[in-house]
């Protein structure tokens, strides 16, 4: 109680002292402040009082979901899509979809090539684990190779495309048969279309070597792998290498089925260097030599995977991994977004409208 009456009388003390010195200053003919003075309160308050702490909280960032111009172009370009598209763009303030015809975002659909950026995922976990490396000579895990003349070629090159596999075998989509007897083909009749390291030619089937090849190393079948490594951790429960048709010898550069939702959470992974839903899938090293040249020069438009666009001082500002079916996921790092367009209209009829559309965002988002 005593507290209190001593702050009261302090409280007034000041109050007084300030009525004389605005006393004073009129009396000297200066006015205490402008023609703006800014009127003074007083409140009396208990001595104890505690000023609030201030609301630190962070607000949640409203993202823009309507872009006209996206909306405008997609409607002009249905006929690229036989009237079936879906389509996401996304980053930390915008996240658009768009959807036209039959498709939902969860339906399972075949994606084609989109398949080999999962598949360098995978490889490239073993690669943090220091399972394998990516100069390793395929050889050295599977001595057939070495028998037919070809166990010198590396991992990267396979995935570089500089491998000189045929782009496609009679052994990639064979059902009745396990990835160790169609590797085991391709190592027996496949003949090599160019020297190892000297030219790139883009196809498939190599890529089916490089999953065998974490078979043996994992002991453990090829979908249990990416499971594991990759579909778990990101979610992606509605995708798998396997299918009703075959399902012992999936196709690792171009066989996965899959969703819009489930590829939108890898490249949500991806574009976060690794990272999905704060637990660490991938490196932000391997994310990133995904997306480098890996080719020694040779097809430096190409990574593990991918393919790389916009390339200034050897890093590419876009990466994407466009398949037959239309489908066409992509990154930009230098504006920091993703997008995918989901469709089944082919690759030739919709290429131009996928590239197009992705320099309208391009132009679009500052």
């Known amino acids: 109680m005593r507290c209190n009456t001593i702050s009261l009388f302090t409280y007034i003390k000041l109050f007084c002292l300030l009525i004389v010195a605005f006393s004073k200053g009129f009396s000297q003919g200066t006015p205490p402040c402008d023609t703006k003075c800014i009127p003074i309160s007083l409140r009396i308050v208990p001595a104890n ?76 976990s073993l690669v943090d684990n220091n399972k394998l490396n990516l100069n390793d000579k395929i050889g050295a895990y599977l001595p057939i190779f070495n028998t037919y003349g070809k166990g010198d070629i590396t991992i ?26 169609a590797v085991d083909s391709i190592a027996i009749y496949s003949n090599l279309q160019f020297s190892p390291g000297t030219q790139a030619s883009y196809g498939s089937s190599a ?69 999905y839903k704060g637990q660490r899938v991938l490196s932000e090293n391997s994310v990133k030599t995904i997306e480098l040249d890996q080719s020694g020069g ?19 500002k876009e990466v994407s991994s466009p398949s037959a079916m239309g489908i066409h996921p992509w990154i930009n790092r230098d504006k920091k977004y993703f997008g995918i367009i989901f469709t089944q209209a082919g690759f030739d009829k919709t290429i131009n409208t996928n590239l197009n559309f992705r320099s309208l965002v391009q132009n679009t988002i500052k």
């Open 49 to 124: 009082y505690q000023i609030p702490p201030k609301d630190t909280t962070q607000k949640p960032v409203k993202k823009v979901t309507n872009i006209p111009a996206f909306d405008s172009f997609l409607n002009n370009n249905l006929q690229s899509y036989d009237n079936n598209v879906l389509a996401f763009v996304c980053n930390d303030t915008l996240s658009y979809s768009y959807k036209n015809g039959q498709y939902n975002a969860d339906d399972i659909l075949p994606i084609a090539s989109a398949t080999k950026w999962l598949t360098a995922a995978v490889i490239m």
């Open 156 to 181: 990267r090159q396979i995935f570089s495309h500089t491998s000189g596999f045929q782009a496609d075998t009679p052994y990639d989509d064979r059902g009745g048969i396990s990835l160790a007897a």
């Open 207 to 275: 890529y089916k070597i490089a999953a065998r090849i974490a078979e043996v190393i994992e002991g453990k079948l090829w979908e249990d792998i990416f499971k594991e490594r990759i579909a778990n951790k990101c979610e992606m429960s509605n995708t798998s290498y396997l299918s009703f048709i075959n399902n012992t010898n999936p196709h690792a550069g171009a066989g996965v089925r899959s969703t819009m939702n489930d590829y939108i959470k890898f490249l949500t992974m991806i574009h976060n260097f690794g990272i």
């Open 298 to 316: 040779i097809n430096t438009f190409y990574g593990l995977g991918v393919w790389r666009y916009q390339i200034v001082s050897g890093f590419a």
